[in-house]
């Protein structure tokens, strides 16, 4: 199993002009935001969480990761889409994650509203 989809049912949300980073491989860097998104508890065998680090401007954005029994799964994204992601989370009823330890640049959030096609 590479990728794991799972419902949002919680979230968390930090802001502040540095963030600290509560992970060993990115505590140095300067987030000024964080949104935590929660599936199952971290009792299960897979940790059902996504981490959205923001980073500011004039930084490039940094390889995302995975482990899943560790920590789920974090990408790094400007702060100029906070916003979009915090109306995602709010505007809809469900909301799901996707995090993947083969590729880690999959980990993302998303909807799974169909549109229905009219037929004549």
């Keep these: 199993m590479t990728g794991v989809d799972f419902e949002v049912k919680s979230y968390s949300v930090m802001l ?14 300067p987030v000024q935001g964080i ?19 923001f980073l500011p401007f ?10 899943l029994k560790k920590f789920g799964g974090i990408i790094f994204v400007n702060f100029q889409d906070f916003i979009p ?11 799901y994650a996707h995090i993947d330890v083969d590729k880690p640049e999959l980990n993302r959030l998303f909807t799974k509203k169909t549109m229905r096609m009219k037929t004549k």
């Design 16 to 29: 502040g002009q540095y963030v600290p980073v509560a992970h060993e491989y990115y505590e140095t860097l």
């Design 35 to 53: 949104i935590e998104c929660f599936g199952n508890d971290r009792n299960q065998e897979i940790y059902e969480k996504l981490t959205i680090y």
């Design 85 to 95: 992601y915090i109306d995602l989370l709010k505007g809809n009823d469900r909301v």
């Design 58 to 67: 004039h930084l490039s954005v940094t390889k995302p990761l995975t482990e």
